[in-house]
């Protein structure tokens, strides 16, 4: 039984404000609430339905999950996806991550302004394939705890490390031994180009690519190939964010093998 | 003006039902309409704000396009995107396109069953950069004239060839030294293994992977190595259809070079 109160703080989760203030987040959805449960987040609550929670009381009770039994009207009532789910959670905000020490000798992924919440589940879970443990994200990125970044991110969230930082200074701050790869336009062939197997990949923003301030702190120009036969006006922008990052990640890994 | 029947009219093509009685499509925003108007599709119709229709009246003019100047609050009323877009246009849906002759000789996307929009118009984008010019797709896949779709593909729908196909029939009627290339988790690591730079490339649905009637039709089981540290119960379900495709094309395409 779901009280009013509890709608209403499941409906402010879905707000940066609140998540700021309560520093919870929430998650729906089987395959992704599995991977919450069994990773380091801390569940606050489990809102389910009677079946969900018979096939999952064991995980429950051994790591002592408070949970609300609900009715699929309930769920409709809570619920932001569009085919019915049997589960959403509370989760703590941890505190901000430190990027592990790890990471310097391996690719760090560098997000400038990525806005749209899908880009950055995706790139997230294309880190996790990839076994990226570090994504920065400049201020300006959407926040990781936005509803619709937890839900693409289809449970990756649990494994890659996310931090918000102001870029400039962060890049600034590095070893100048670190190369840091953006792409551009002009930028040479990613595919015959020579790749350091540790280094920060810059994503531009979708609308943008790569801000004024950041620029500047690239040393490498790359560049996906076209193929394309027909020239078009406009055609070096027309890969999205996401799909540049996973053809840039897997020619770096490709190379590490 | 708007008469309460265009708005109808625009809001039925929504619907698949109705694309197919009127053989229309809707396409919205300043790049994709321009990428519209620059192609071989045939316009029905514009309706646009005054500052559009001033910018484009030289294109229209020259195609003998009819077109309709509204207010930004009429726009309010037909638009389907969260950002105010200056430009609506009604176009005409081409008869089945004919996959190209030269087509055999390249690489084909075949698309079982993809059933989101945005990863249909994810692809179609990829196939343009790549210059691959013809995508078949089973007739379960989402509809190529979903809105979603054809915003999806920023315009690249313009400069690629969809067909949509039965898949099992389909890939029995090709030669058979035509290799069919499939992503399984225990396929060859696509990175060393040997790939003729023409042949299909073969594309699962994101639920269920390749069905089981086309499964039987592949000849070369293929993967995308994982550089997870962490082994996941189900890793080799977690890349996106559109990423999985961004990487496989990528691949074909640098032993092009």
Not at 239 to 246: M, R, V
């Amino acid at each position: 039984m779901l009280s009013r109160k509890q709608v209403k703080h499941i409906h402010s989760l879905r707000q940066k404000k609140f998540r700021e203030i309560h520093r919870q987040f929430l998650a729906e959805g089987s395959k992704l609430v599995t991977e919450i449960l069994e990773s380091q987040y801390k569940v606050v609550t489990v809102y389910a339905l009677a079946d969900w929670l018979n096939r999952n009381e064991n995980i429950l009770h051994s790591k002592n999950i408070p949970f609300t039994e609900i009715s699929k009207g309930e769920m409709d009532r809570i619920t932001a996806l569009s085919s019915p789910s049997p589960v959403l959670v509370i989760a703590e905000i941890p505190a901000t991550p430190i990027i592990p020490a790890t990471a310097i000798h391996d690719i760090i992924l560098v997000l400038d302004d990525i806005k749209d919440p899908g880009n950055l589940g995706t790139i997230i879970r294309i880190a996790d394939w990839f076994g990226i443990e570090s994504i920065i994200c400049s201020e300006n990125t959407v926040d990781l705890y936005n509803p619709k970044v937890i839900q693409a991110t289809m449970g990756s969230v649990a494994r890659v490390s996310v931090a918000y930082l102001n870029l400039p200074e962060f890049l600034s701050s590095l070893d100048p031994v670190i190369k840091i790869y953006g792409t551009f336009p002009e930028g040479e062939n990613i595919y015959s180009v020579k790749l350091d197997p540790k280094g920060i990949i810059l994503i531009g923003s979708e609308s943008s690519g790569i801000s004024p301030e950041v620029v500047s702190k690239v040393t490498d120009k790359i560049s996906i190939p076209s193929y394309a036969t027909v020239t078009v006006r406009d055609h070096a922008e027309s890969l999205n964010a996401s799909i540049a990052t996973a053809i840039v990640c897997s020619e770096f890994r490709r190379r590490k093998r």
